[in-house]
């Protein structure tokens, strides 16, 4: 789900118990910034999942109506957080799936090296697939924690097998489809709807 998109060998931590409340602190940061453009603000990815390791980069999403416009006006307040905006402007779409790829655009702003933390940011269209992607993909593990030390195992040996982040998101997305894939039906059985700005 991360989009790093520098050459640097990925790093997979043990678990943070302060990650998620770092991660409150960053999306409340970012909401004030941000609106009244940033519809939602979430703490997604792997940090924001109790008992997961993962890379230690907060991944947020910010939902908005129009990704034009904010890209335009989240340019200096981001900037000025740290904050740079990627070229990449799409995300993967997944296998077996026949959605126009522009359905799953996304701006992307990236922050390393800064004291607040080193963060992904992805902006999203409110109800678009890969939105919606995201969310489920976080709140699926939540209410399953068993399946949370395989997919740590997982992300471990594919740290230490690639060379480079981008190749380590390559191979990791089509695992990312599996749980999708699981995580789809527990949605309808369960009538899952996202909690808003979590």
Request: net charge negative; with cysteine.
């Amino acid at each position: 789900m991360a989009d790093d998109t520098t050459p640097t060998r990925p790093i997979v931590a043990d678990h943070d118990p302060g990650w998620r409340a770092r991660g409150v602190v960053i999306s409340t940061e970012l909401r004030a910034a941000l609106a009244p453009l940033a519809l939602r603000v979430d703490h997604i990815g792997s940090t924001a999942i109790p008992g997961m390791a993962a890379k230690a980069t907060f991944d947020l999403q910010i939902s908005v109506g129009d990704l034009a416009e904010a890209a335009h006006a989240f340019e200096q307040p981001l900037a000025d957080r740290g904050f740079q905006l990627s070229p990449y402007q799409q995300d993967h779409v997944p296998a077996g799936c026949d959605d126009d790829q522009a359905r799953w655009a996304k701006r992307l702003w990236m922050r390393r090296g800064h004291p607040g933390g080193d963060v992904n940011l992805h902006v999203r269209l409110l109800g678009s697939p890969n939105e919606r992607f995201a969310l489920l993909f976080r709140d699926w593990l939540r209410a399953h924690p068993e399946a949370v030390p395989s997919y740590a195992r997982f992300k471990r040996v594919l740290a230490d097998t690639v060379a480079d982040t981008g190749t380590y998101a390559d191979v990791k997305d089509p695992v990312v489809d599996l749980i999708i894939a699981v995580a789809e039906p527990w949605a309808t059985a369960t009538g899952w709807t996202p909690h808003p700005g979590t």
